[in-house]
């Protein structure tokens, strides 16, 4: 059974640099660009603000995922952001991203939001195709085409 447990940067921070390094790699074939001391740091204040939407998901007593979820403004319009959604390479496959996603939308519920959105390198191919068994649709590219917008709504 998948258990969830609130990200606290300073005694989590090893899994948190290798889970986003690991994200780094597979979105954009490099980590070059991952700065883990800016990361901790935003990091921090997230999870001062939004305590239950940074989480950690563990099984057996091994780490083997994260969300990062919180509330923004998007287009005039209060949306539900899902920051990172990873899920360690041994675990994709076995219906636990299904329990991450299960996990967001329950955050989402809770904040009274119906919409939300990700970014996600277009290259990620088994990410967006995960993203649109979910229901999220292409909204577009973004950041001169390095990511794509999706966005869903909530069930």
Known sequence: MVEFEAINPAQHRS???HFRRETFRISFGSDADFNGADY???LTEQTAAFPDGFVLAKESGKWIGQLELSIRTYEERKIGYIHHYYLIAAERGKEKGTVLYTYAMNFFKKHGIDEYHLRVSPSNLSAIRFYR?????EVGPEINGKVVRMSGKVR
């Open 133 to 137: 068994k979910t229901g999220m649709e």
């Open 15 to 17: 899994t948190l640099l």
């Open 40 to 42: 901790l740091q935003w």
